[in-house]
């Protein structure tokens, strides 16, 4: 089952990074990685061609709460989001009993190969098991997003089942696989 998520207040950090809500101020770094030919499609979204595209989803984002902003702590960006979403698994009967959520990121073009996903990853899991409650994370990506893939392994994560996921605003069916990473054992209930 799906929790209720409120991001609203969440600060998450690790050696290079901060994952925190979305302002209206970082709207020029978010439109700078969202308009980027190819890094939307690997999520299902095509690339913001305009800046109020980019405006509309980021009050999205803050309002939802339950997206963070990737923030370098180098180059002092946003570069990328991060989200906890409904799962799959929510409607597969094997796990209508637990609390999961789904997390998925992108990460702004220029900061690809640097470690930097696994690093939030990490995080974000942590924080989920131990803030959140959450049973299973459960993470996907099509078939043809090595990149991603890298991350999920890296992260620990199980592949359970293949599915169909509907890019609507794509308007184009994706094979993607679907993966769960259970709570830790070490993590007392």
Known sequence: ?????????????TE??????????????FFAYASVPGVGEMAGWPHHENIET??????MFMEE??????????SSRVIGS??????????????????ICEIGYVLSKDYWGQGLM?????????????TLNLDYIG????????????VIEKSGFTPVSTGIFHAKQLNRDFEEIRYLLP???TISD
């Open 139 to 150: 993470v996907c990506h099509f078939t043809d997003n090595l990149q991603s893939r890298r």
């Open 118 to 130: 696994p690093e939030a990853v990490k995080a974000a899991v942590a924080y989920a098991f131990l």
């Open 183 to 185: 709570r830790p054992q």
């Open 16 to 29: 290079r990074l901060v994952l925190r809500p979305f302002t209206d101020n970082d709207l020029i770094d």
């Open 82 to 99: 991060f989200g906890f979403h409904d799962s799959w698994a929510n409607y597969d009967e094997k796990y209508k009993d637990f609390l």
């Open 54 to 59: 980019s405006r509309k989803i980021l009050s």
């Open 1 to 13: 089952m799906l929790p209720k998520i409120d991001l609203s207040s969440a600060r998450i950090e």
């Open 65 to 74: 709460k339950n997206v963070l902003a990737i923030f370098h702590k180098e």
